[in-house]
């Protein structure tokens, strides 16, 4: 947390071993649009070339090396880098030079096409690349948390799937990067650092005239490792516009959210119908990416470490193509009341690790991440976080796999326990506070 | 879109520059200041407040994601959170100076008056200085012979929040 050196290592055994995330296909709806994304360091061009496949380039010229693409964003047919204007087409080829006639006799264009990284693949439209080129297929890298996944993605599946929309959260953190890691799935800090975020959604609850009785607090969670060093929190909590009404939100919003959830059921069957539908998922996905699926909304979320104590953090949200206007809006307030820079509970967070990171330098050696050891993790535990750092320890020993991920022997399912009786508590309570 | 002549030309303008000059800086010295209450009165009721992402200046609340998209009743919310001492990124408050300029009326229609500044809010804490660099538009009204607030957007020139983490104190 306190070394450059340690970082110079991470780099390299970690990052350049890992999958790393890109982009979303969604983010490039039209042939030639593209994103310039910089993944551990590297400049790439994330792009939908002319024929309609995605691609990620390295953006540097393979003659001399400039950026060739020079916009964060846009859509383009072609290239050219502006410092001898060789020209590349939106699927990375070069397909012209100035004086091509300098060249010797042999000078073949189509091995001057851009470059790209060793590995690039994708699951469910998530674009990964990696830096190892002999590194397991993401499908297998990603392993169980699959499921995790695909609940998400299933979750759109009556609305017309997910989109990445407009806009991105760009921030740092004064603090090293693995700091975020733990926050991002640390249920244990709500309470004591968003006291401002839960008294806000209380005050606003009172507003309209509801006698909250309860904190809003979840009522089932638990916390899970998976083999490579990923791990998440799961838990049952209203407000999810799929598909868990809240009592924030009209008679009529919440009835269309019932309506999703029993499409799913219908779609995916009780079992998957539900856990897509009231199940909050925070994941990460290792070493660096957070997929967050929850009453704020789903998102992306990703940082790279700029030194040691510096991280650079980037976050995207993702909504349902039909989703109708007022439960787009539910979501979205919920989305920006919590979370980003600035909402009301993400600045404390930067707080929070801002504060760690001032505290080590204090020279002492540990932080304490056992809780929950001695019983079934709930989201308050810190079994995930363990997941993260024994695979992390291992990489860094060179070895490609954590010998144990998880504390204990478990059944290696993500599915939680719901109770039946959640569906009339609910919508008896949300009868009577519209009553 | 800069315009050499400027809109309400044609309309007789509700307020003169000197005078939302004098609403701009009174409003500057309120939020400096932390008198955060008096600041929620300069608003009307259906006002609302926006801070774009650095990378979509033009961003709209509606389909794009924002850093912020307040209505009054979540601006409310906003100040009681910043006064309290659980406002971590806050508490110890931080120091603010807003410095504002280029203020110009550029519409009038149907009592709402168009405005834009520039403004640069630094921000002093825990060792650290963050510049913010923008443009505000205001939407100003007049009730009760007092000008109010309906709209308000704070669009920053920065590329990435680097260094600032968030965006904690009101822009």
């Known amino acids: ?299 992306l979320r990703q940082f790279y470490p700029v030194t040691h104590e510096l991280m650079d953090v980037t976050q995207w949200d993702l909504v349902p193509r039909d989703e109708r206007a007022d439960l787009r809006s539910s979501r979205m307030e919920n989305s920006l009341a919590f979370l980003g820079p600035g909402g009301l509970a993400t600045p404390d967070d930067v707080e929070a690790l801002e504060s760690c990171q001032d505290g080590f330098a204090t020279g002492d050696e540990w932080s304490d991440i056992s809780r ?39 059944d290696g399912s993500f599915f939680l326990e719901l109770g039946t009786a959640h569906y009339g508590a609910e919508n008896t309570a949300l009868q009577s506070a519209r009553s | 879109m800069i315009s050499m002549v400027e809109k309400h030309t044609s309309v007789q303008p509700v307020f003169t520059r000197s005078e939302v000059e004098d609403f701009l800086y009174y409003e500057a010295a309120l939020l400096d200041d932390w008198r955060l209450d008096e600041w929620l009165d300069l608003f009307t009721e259906d006002a609302v407040y926006i801070v774009p992402t650095t990378d979509l200046p033009e961003g709209d609340p509606a389909k794009d994601l924002v850093f912020i998209n307040d209505d009054v009743v979540q601006l409310r919310g906003r100040v009681i959170r910043l006064k309290s001492r659980h406002a971590h990124r806050e508490y110890p408050r931080s120091r603010t100076r807003r410095f504002i300029s280029n203020v110009r009326i550029i519409g009038c229609a149907a009592g709402v008056t168009d405005v834009e500044a520039s403004f640069q809010v630094y921000r002093y804490r825990s060792g650290s200085t963050d510049p913010f660099v923008g443009q505000y538009s205001y939407q100003l009204v007049r009730t009760d012979d007092r000008i109010r607030i309906k709209h308000r957007r704070a669009t920053l020139d920065l590329e990435t929040l680097r260094n600032h983490g968030a965006v904690s104190i009101i822009l």
């Open chain 1, 1 to 299: 947390m306190t070394s450059g050196e340690i970082f110079d290592l991470e780099r390299r055994r970690v990052f350049d071993r890992s999958w790393l995330y890109v982009g979303h296909e969604t983010e490039l709806a039209e042939p030639g649009e593209y994103r310039r994304r910089t993944v551990n360091g590297r400049p790439l061009i994330f792009i939908r070339g002319s024929d309609g496949q995605v691609r990620v380039l390295n953006n540097s010229c393979t003659h001399r090396g400039a950026q060739v693409c020079r916009h964060d964003q846009g859509q383009a047919k072609s290239f050219q880098c502006f410092y001898h204007a060789w020209t590349f087409d939106n699927q990375g080829e070069l397909v012209g030079l100035p004086d091509e006639e300098g060249y010797a006799k042999g000078f073949d264009k189509r091995q001057y096409a851009l470059k790209s990284p060793p590995r690039v693949e994708q699951y469910r439209g998530f674009y990964f690349v990696s830096f190892d080129k002999d590194i397991a297929d993401i499908a297998t890298y990603l392993g169980s948390v699959r499921e995790i996944i695909d609940l998400t993605m299933d979750s759109a599946d009556a609305l017309g799937g997910w989109y990445v929309i407009r806009g991105t959260a760009k921030y740092s953190i004064k603090a090293n990067w693995k700091l975020l890691v733990e926050n991002s799935y640390d249920g244990y800090h709500l309470l004591p650092v968003h006291k401002t975020f839960l008294d806000y959604v209380s005050w606003r609850r009172g507003l309209t005239g509801e006698k909250v009785t309860d904190s809003g607090a979840p009522l089932v969670s638990r916390s899970f490792a998976a083999p490579h060093g990923h791990g998440g929190m799961l838990h049952q909590a209203p407000g999810r516009a799929i598909a868990n009404p809240s009592p924030l939100w009209t008679e009529d919003v919440n009835k269309e959210v019932l309506r999703i959830r029993a499409e799913n059921i219908k779609r995916f069957g009780e079992l998957r119908g539900r856990q897509m539908s009231e199940v909050s998922r925070h994941v990460m996905i290792f070493p660096n990416l957070a997929f967050q699926d929850s009453q704020t909304g789903f998102r």
């Open chain 1, 372 to 410: 929950g050891m001695q019983r079934e993790p709930k989201m308050t535990d810190e079994l995930q976080m363990r997941s993260f750092w024994r695979q992390w320890h291992a990489m860094m020993l060179e070895s490609n796999e954590a010998v144990q991920t998880d504390d204990r022997k478990r």
